[in-house]
């Protein structure tokens, strides 16, 4: 059962490698966001080191927002989809398996690209250990929870404005955790009760985001 | 469950027209004896003078928010479990009603927090929290319209609702969790209400009445869901017989 979930995490994986270029594209349209800020806002390195957090926070959001309608759709459209569904592997094993794989692709290169933003915005040596963990533990759950907001709009008109829509309000605790311990970091004081608290955001998402996703993905295939 | 007779449309639209004159009258009488005593009787606030009176619209739109958005989340549990076919029409006919209670709760906390705080608007854990919540309203309504077949949107809004119903809880508690400027909570407490009883009686029967309103509107929903749909299957009849009498005409 989990030896057909790693398959599954496998070849999604091996897909993804194909086309290279989609986490490629995350990664840039992640730290191109960022960029832009510094430009809009002016160089002041008081000003960009107090909006740094936020700022790599909501482009990291977005980036992964970005990649989230392609979740399920070309298994939907090619019918894969329906034999996930029917095969004796928990569904929500699968939907587990394909966040991993999503994860893989774009949440972990958009934490390995944070550091080079946070240069940009003259984040101190102290900061970027509690940015990586926060973003570690962060970045998954931003899969999980946009895995069902993927899933709940498979075949809607206009779905890839929708996820957005569904997602955010979920991801609202994620990206106050996570801006927070960054914060705290640059305050001198400890980042260690938001690191906890995302870590137990993850441990919920864990099993309850993939139940509801497959929820979701059986409505679709029905 | 005796519910299942209900989801007979004519049976439920005969028991809809016999409870609205009642849940809409009684509804009236609540609202006007609640602002009577709300906006004449009630004591002004020691510290807030007159302008604490906007409590009386404030905290019921804010209990209905929370209220309907529990009814929409039991719904959708109902329709999702036992498949009961008025259980995601009411889930659909409630969102829009709920977003509504919702947006007066922020208007109107925005009008009190002018005077009161000196800002439209704060970010703390029980305004963002309850701005989440208009959020998801606003997403569970349109995820409802998003399909081109009613029954999967009605479906996939259901989930959506249960899935955001962990927000319900997190703004109830959000004024003892978190370090917050909005008041904690005087009425439902562990302790029993901390509020002056002259203030309270007008505040409940603000919240009965508009418990019986969002009822009446319910039904009124339902019912024009259930009319919409049997014009629909009347339309596909009509449709599918008139080439056939062309023919034979």
Same mark, same amino acid.
């Given at each position: 059962?989990?030896?057909?979930a ?35 806002i ?6 960009l ?33 329906? *034999?996930?569904?029917?095969?004796? &592997? @928990?569904?929500? +094993? /699968?939907?587990? %398996?394909?966040? $991993? =794989? ?9 934490v ?20 990586i ?6 970045t ?13 709009t ?14 955010l309000?979920?991801y ?5 955790l996570?801006?927070l311990?960054?914060?705290?970091? *640059?305050?001198?004081?400890?980042? &260690? @009760?938001?690191? +906890? /608290?995302?870590? %137990?955001?993850? $441990? =919920? ?18 | 469950m ?76 109902v329709a ?28 109107t ?19 963002t ?31 959506l609702?249960?899935?955001g ?46 418990k ?38």
């Open positions: 059962m989990v030896g057909a790693l398959s599954l995490a496998g070849r999604d994986l091996r897909l993804a490698l194909r086309q290279r270029s989609d986490a490629g594209t995350v990664v840039l349209f992640f730290v191109l966001i960022a960029a832009l800020f510094p430009l809009a002016g160089p002041a390195p008081d000003v080191l107090r909006i740094a957090p936020g700022v790599i926070w909501v482009t990291a959001l977005l980036a992964v927002l970005l990649s989230l309608e392609r979740l399920f759709l070309a298994d939907f459209e090619d019918g894969s989809l329906e *034999l996930l569904a029917l095969a004796p &592997t @928990p569904l929500s +094993l /699968l939907v587990l %398996a394909k966040c $991993l =794989a999503h994860w893989l692709t774009t949440g972990l290169p958009v390995l690209a944070a550091p080079v933003i946070a240069l940009l915005y003259g984040l101190g040596a102290d900061a970027f250990l509690p940015l963990g926060a973003m570690l533990l962060g998954p759950s931003l899969s999980l929870i946009g895995a069902i907001g993927a899933a709940l498979l075949g809607a008109r206009r779905g890839g404005v929708l996820v957005p829509l569904l997602v309000p979920l609202v605790p994620v990206l106050i996570g801006a311990a960054v914060d705290a970091a *640059l305050a001198g004081r400890p980042a &260690t @009760p938001h690191l +906890l /608290l995302l870590g %137990a955001l993850l $441990l =919920a998402a864990l099993p309850l985001a993939p139940l509801a996703a497959a929820a979701a993905l059986r409505q679709a295939v029905e | 005796p519910l299942h007779r209900f989801a007979n449309p004519g049976r439920f639209m005969r028991l809809a027209d016999r409870l609205l004159p009642w849940t809409g009258g009684l509804s009236a009488l609540a609202i006007g004896v609640g602002l009577y005593l709300g906006l004449f009787v009630a004591p002004p606030d020691y510290q807030q003078g007159e302008s604490v009176r906007i409590m009386y619209v404030h905290v019921p739109s804010a209990w209905m928010a929370l209220f309907v958005y529990t009814c929409v989340a039991l719904a959708s549990a999702l479990i036992w498949r009961h076919p008025l259980a995601d029409l009411a889930a659909k006919a409630s969102s829009p009603i709920g977003a509504a209670f919702t947006f007066l709760a922020l208007v906390g925005s009008l009190w927090g002018k005077p009161m705080w000196g800002a439209w608007w704060v970010w703390d854990a029980r305004l929290s309850v701005l989440v919540l208009f959020f998801l309203y606003l997403g569970h309504m349109a995820l409802m319209t998003a399909f081109e077949d009613p029954a999967r949107g009605r479906k996939a809004a259901a989930v609702a249960l899935v119903f962990v927000n319900v809880p997190i703004i109830k508690f959000s004024v003892d969790w978190w370090n917050t400027l909005h008041q904690p909570a005087s009425v439902l407490r562990a302790d029993g209400p901390s509020i002056h009883p002259e203030m309270l009686w007008p505040l409940l029967a603000m919240a009965l009445g508009f019986l309103y969002y009822v009446s509107l319910l039904l009124v929903r339902i019912k024009s869901e259930l009319i919409e749909a049997r014009l629909r299957a009347l339309n596909r009849v009509a449709m599918a017989s008139a080439p056939a009498a062309q023919q034979g005409g």
